[in-house]
């Protein structure tokens, strides 16, 4: 393996790693570049009462953000406020809402009650058919209904139609893609109270139709097969092949740099594929250069790589120096826009481990603001 140091800022090692994944090592994340500060006149709970948090939109299988009867359709993890905002992701549940010039609208739970096959529902992708009525939900099953507590997680599918701002007559969800144990992790997780930033990964399925073949894939978060590292973070992909999904080879691999590379989304632009995904400061490995809270990326000239880091170490936006913990889980739409929710927002440099009276009144738990990317080669740039 070639050795690089903590402050270099090359951040693909040019080696090849295990089964061909362009590996991602240190960098230097000075002078980064920073969102706006979050503001209260930002923090705009849309469902009193409800936390929301990871979002995406229902779009076109080109990656166009649907617009139907005028408005959007967006999906997020939701979850009743409880007085620590942790909690959320022990019930999290997959909440529809429509965005229009009235601003938000909600649909309630996107899945009928007692339809999914595990303990929570977390977060994923959706997309339109070209008939612009079959829906299909993709998404992550945590845990199994009726089994001990698990952080396991497993990538569906279910199709339903839709209704006008509604969809409805849901299909049986069916499990598309499994964890081989070699290429990626295959782990029941039967732990009760994980510390956050180190439970393993089969989740996050986003959809993504390339324009120069016509196959679809999904890209996902995930951890390395092959290795026992805490911090063995990769983002996979499986390609549609007729009735199926087959499991490819990972694309990024981070091995003792990071553990969750999560919330993997492809856009294609002027002939290059970018990649996107989100991470935080406490998920980076002790021995490397951690970096901010905030949205990364990779960009080839082909979907299988090699991948090459945007912006020379990968960091696209960053929350500001002061206010670290700010907002999290970028999502990039087909529109270029990046949506994500805030998280603890306010904080004026206090910790929540010196401050607990704050673990509920600084949590957003609703969108934060949108801002947009523009791209230049193999720079990514926050579009002012």
């Not at 939109?57 to 009867?69: C, K, N, Q, T, Y």
């Not at 673990?359 to 801002?371: D, H, I, N, Y």
């Amino acid at each position: 393996m070639t050795q690089t140091s903590p402050a270099s800022p090359q951040s693909i090692d040019q080696t090849i790693a295990p089964f061909g994944a362009s590996r991602w090592v240190s960098a230097d994340y000075t002078d980064p570049p920073v969102l706006p500060v979050i503001t209260a006149a930002d923090v705009a709970p849309i469902l009193p009462g409800l936390d929301l948090w990871d979002c995406w939109p229902l779009a076109h299988e080109d990656g166009r953000s649907v617009v139907h009867e005028g408005r959007t359709l967006w999906f997020f993890l939701g979850a009743p406020v409880l007085p620590d905002p942790v909690g959320r992701h022990l019930i999290a549940r997959i909440r529809l809402l429509s965005h229009g010039a009235d601003g938000w609208r909600d649909h309630g739970d996107a899945l009928p009650d007692g339809f999914n096959p595990g303990l929570r529902e977390w977060a994923g992708s959706a997309v339109l058919a070209d008939d612009g009525a079959t829906v299909t939900l993709f998404y992550t099953v945590s845990g199994r209904r009726g089994g001990p507590p698990s952080f396991e997680q497993r990538l569906f599918a279910v199709e339903g139609r839709l209704d006008g701002l509604a969809i409805r007559d849901w299909q049986a969800p069916c499990e598309i893609i499994v964890a081989d144990g070699v290429r990626y992790l295959l782990d029941r997780q039967e732990i009760e109270h994980p510390e956050p930033g180190t439970i393993k990964a089969f989740r996050d399925p986003a959809w993504f139709r390339d324009p120069v073949t016509g196959k679809a894939h999904m890209v996902f978060t995930a951890s390395a097969g092959w290795s026992s590292d805490p911090h063995n973070g990769v983002i996979g992909i499986a390609t549609r092949e007729g009735d199926g999904w087959v499991l490819g080879d990972p694309l990024i691999e981070a091995i003792g740099v990071n553990n969750e590379l999560e919330r993997a989304c492809l856009v294609h632009r002027d002939a290059r594929y970018y990649l996107f995904w989100s991470t935080q400061r406490h998920t980076f490995g002790p021995q490397t250069v951690a970096g901010p809270n905030g949205i990364y990326g990779a960009v080839a000239d082909r979907i299988g790589g090699p991948w090459r880091m945007v912006n020379g170490n990968g960091l696209v936006a960053a929350n500001p120096l002061d206010e670290p913990t700010q907002s999290y889980s970028w999502w990039v739409t087909g529109e270029d826009e990046v949506w994500s929710f805030i998280d603890y927002w306010g904080m004026q440099g206090r910790t929540l481990a010196d401050h607990p009276d704050l673990v509920r009144s600084q949590f957003g738990g609703t969108p934060a603001p949108v801002f947009r990317l523009r791209y230049d080669g193999d720079r990514v740039l926050i579009d002012t």
